[in-house]
């Protein structure tokens, strides 16, 4: 079973930053493919930004905001979310095994983190 161990994340200002760290205790058959989702209270869970291999992809509202990179030799991943804002506020899970659709967007992962906080205040 693949485990997922994130770090990271707490009480961070308005406008500041902060960076996200996820490792993988194993590589999956399906090769290298991690990425973070969020979920705000009262909201439904967010795809924000995935890694494959060296492509990326980020949700429209986190572009140019945050940056997702990542070790594939040492499963890790990570991201940088700069310029942080009140509505950023969430889990954030780091996912591996990602799950895409045709059009080109995640949906899904075989394996989940436990998650971790996000909070900005404003």
């Known amino acids: 079973q693949v485990q997922l161990v994130e770090s990271g994340g707490g009480l961070v200002q308005a406008v500041g930053s902060s960076r996200l760290s996820c490792a993988a205790s194993e590589r999956t058959f399906g090769g290298y493919s991690m990425g973070w989702v969020r979920q705000a209270p009262g909201k439904e869970s967010e795809f924000v930004a995935a890694i494959v291999w060296s492509s990326t992809y980020y949700e429209d509202s986190v572009k140019g905001q945050f940056t997702i990179s990542g070790d594939n030799a040492k499963n890790t991943v990570f991201m940088q979310m700069n310029s942080l804002k009140p509505e950023d506020t969430a889990v954030y899970y780091c996912?591996?095994?990602?799950?895409?659709?045709?059009?080109?967007?995640?949906?899904?992962?075989?394996?989940w983190g436990q998650g971790t906080q996000v909070t900005v205040s404003s």
């Open positions: 996912a591996s095994d990602l799950l895409r659709r045709r059009s080109g967007t995640y949906y899904g992962a075989s394996y």
